[in-house]
């Protein structure tokens, strides 16, 4: 019949010429996608496009969608402003109204580790940060239950810890840190709320989004959920919890198996890594009036495949920053962003570790089929790392790109995330890992660990430090055998607990970000004000005045990371390790 073959040729041809557009980030026709979240968010009516996509309705979404509809027909589809705002007036509720403050019941007076923490002026700070927890603290009302439709927060059962500021919602992997600070205050209770809101979301939706909003649903974030779960037993040994929810770990595992899978080929080996990759289309309805400007700059067709790379850019949590944006013609633009086309160290690492910790879970469980999956898991994960990411000469693992079939050489503290995870094999890596830094002349930064050392104006990069990225090189390093090293992790939380303390002696609070170039600021740059609160800042200078309590200071700075210094007791380590043992 060759007819219909060239029905079906063409259908075929006019399906490549048009490009597919990709499902919206949820089916809401409000808070995700369609005219109304267009004329509203094109408007500009406030500050920040996340501030529309917060507002709970007043009534159901049928009747504000037939009210739109009625009011943009009379106005041919472009609403008049002053008519937007009465219709928004009508149909829309304050931000918040969801929330309500809580108290967690298990806040207690003086946690033991503030005794620990020898330096007067940090341990009454240390004690500020406690008392912060219950600003942080939010519940969700009973309507978010019973009338979900009219939220785009998402119901959660427990109470939880917001990061802060516009962040009103918990985040995914902020909540690692947040716990950390918690369980250091005491407070088990309040964590096992917040894993069993996140082990509800894998049953209900298959993996954790992004945040707890509609609008990110389909995005997830740097899966840390095992090791949460890790955190919460090793402070509490509840084992039951533990058996309880086991296949929903392993379940949110699979997501990141099943979804976020991509296989790189290397002479004759094919190794399978995992990626951030958001195939949703759409503008991110909380940013929806800059990634449309955005959008506008490049050519129809290649629209989608850009809010599909922002989208992914934001399941990375590095949202954004020259790691996304590596890559011809402007590597500068945030147009040019190709998330998806990157293997993060980072996410590798991550999962490397959540496959460890699975291994040993199952194992204190007494099922050993399931242990011993998990662990051939980590050893070909293991094996990968080393094959694809691992960089000998420069001693550090760096994004591959799948374009180019090379690795992003940038300095970036994710590169040493298989330090912090414990994902590698050899003992040495802790020693190059601190040359590395060494070369990278990271050490000679006094305020913080910068974020990369490219000035694009995305918050993600230099001049920002971040507080989870300090940890992670920290952490990093205090695991090799070597004093230096270790030495140079206590030096970095020095450098990191002072600018977090002097911002805080001038402003009274803790910020999610800092500038480390003029002195140790809050930080700026990427979309939004900088923000305060702010709970993974909060956690990561409680880890660290608790690890490192009887030596941290409030008052001046040593001296020891001079480059000259430095050079010095590298040489020495250097000269003593050719010295027979
Ligand atoms: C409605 O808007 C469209 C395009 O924006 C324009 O072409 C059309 O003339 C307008 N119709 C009326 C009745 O104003
Ligand atoms: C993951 O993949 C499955 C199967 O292809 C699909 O049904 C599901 O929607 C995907 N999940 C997300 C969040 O994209
Ligand atoms: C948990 O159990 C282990 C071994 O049974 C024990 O060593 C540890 O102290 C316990 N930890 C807590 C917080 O109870």
Request: glycine share 6%; proline share 6%.
């Amino acid at each position: 019949m060759p007819g219909r073959t060239w029905e079906l040729c063409l259908l075929l041809l006019l399906g490549l010429g048009s490009q597919e557009a990709l499902p919206p980030p949820c089916e809401s026709q409000i808070y995700c996608h369609g005219e109304l979240l267009h004329q509203v968010q094109m408007a500009k009516l406030y500050q920040d496009d996340k501030h529309f996509v917060d507002m709970p309705l007043s009534t159901t979404p049928d009747r504000v969608l037939q009210s739109f509809d009625e009011l943009s027909k009379a106005h041919n589809h472009s609403i008049p402003t002053q008519h937007l705002q009465v219709f928004l007036a009508k149909y829309f509720q304050d931000v918040g109204q969801e929330l309500q403050a809580w108290t967690p019941e298990d806040w207690k007076d003086s946690p033991q580790f503030l005794q620990k923490i020898s330096d007067a002026k940090l341990r009454a700070w240390a004690g500020q940060l406690h008392q912060l927890w219950k600003k942080l603290g939010k519940k969700m009302k009973p309507e978010v239950l019973s009338h979900p439709e009219q939220f785009s927060l998402i119901y959660s059962a427990h109470p939880f810890i917001v990061p802060g500021g516009r962040f009103l919602e918990f985040y995914y992997w902020d909540s690692y840190w947040v716990m950390e600070g918690l369980l250091l205050s005491e407070m088990a209770q309040t964590v096992k709320g917040m894993l069993q809101n996140f082990l509800d979301l894998v049953k209900t939706y298959g993996h954790i989004p992004n945040g707890g909003r509609v609008y990110y649903l389909q995005r997830s974030q740097p899966p840390l959920l095992t090791l949460m779960m890790d955190r919460y037993l090793s402070h509490t040994n509840d084992t039951a919890f533990l058996q309880e929810n086991i296949e929903t770990l392993a379940l949110e595992l699979d997501f990141w198996t099943k979804n976020r899978s991509v296989s790189v080929s290397l002479g004759e080996n094919t190794y399978v890594l995992n990626r951030y990759y958001v195939p949703y289309g759409g503008p991110r309805p909380e940013s929806y009036s800059k990634d449309v400007e955005l959008a506008d700059t490049l050519p129809e067709g290649d629209r989608e495949t850009l809010w599909a790379e922002l989208k992914a850019g934001a399941e990375s949590g590095w949202d954004f920053s020259s790691r996304w944006l590596t890559g011809d013609p402007n590597p500068n633009l945030l147009s040019s962003i190709r998330t998806s086309k990157l293997v993060p160290v980072d996410l590798n690492a991550f999962l490397c570790q959540a496959e460890e910790l699975m291994s040993s879970f199952y194992a204190r469980l007494g099922n050993d089929a399931q242990a011993e999956k998990y662990r051939t898991l980590r050893e070909q994960r293991l094996a990968t790392l080393s094959a694809v990411l691992w960089d000998e000469e420069s001693g550090a693992w760096f994004d591959y790109d799948l374009d180019t079939g090379k690795k992003n050489k940038e300095f970036y503290p994710s590169n040493l995330t298989p330090l912090w995870a414990g994902c590698f094999s050899d003992s040495g890596v802790a020693d190059k890992a601190l040359k590395y830094l060494e070369d990278s002349h990271i050490l000679t930064y006094q305020h913080g660990i910068p974020t990369s050392l490219q000035k694009t104006g995305q918050q993600w990069d230099f001049p920002n430090a971040w507080a989870p990225l300090q940890d992670v090189v920290i952490r990093g390093l205090a695991k090799s055998p070597s004093p230096q090293a270790q030495e140079v992790a206590f030096q970095l939380a020095q450098n990191w607990i002072r600018t977090n303390f002097d911002v805080y002696s001038q402003k009274s609070a803790m910020y999610e970000k800092y500038d480390i170039s003029n002195g140790g600021q809050p930080g700026g740059g990427g979309e939004y004000e900088v923000q305060e609160g702010f709970g993974w800042t909060n956690g990561v200078v409680l880890m660290l005045l608790d690890r490192y309590g009887d030596r941290l200071t409030s008052g001046a700075q040593l001296a020891f990371l001079e480059p000259h210094c430095l050079l010095a007791a590298l040489l020495l380590n250097f000269l003593l390790s050719l010295l027979p043992r």
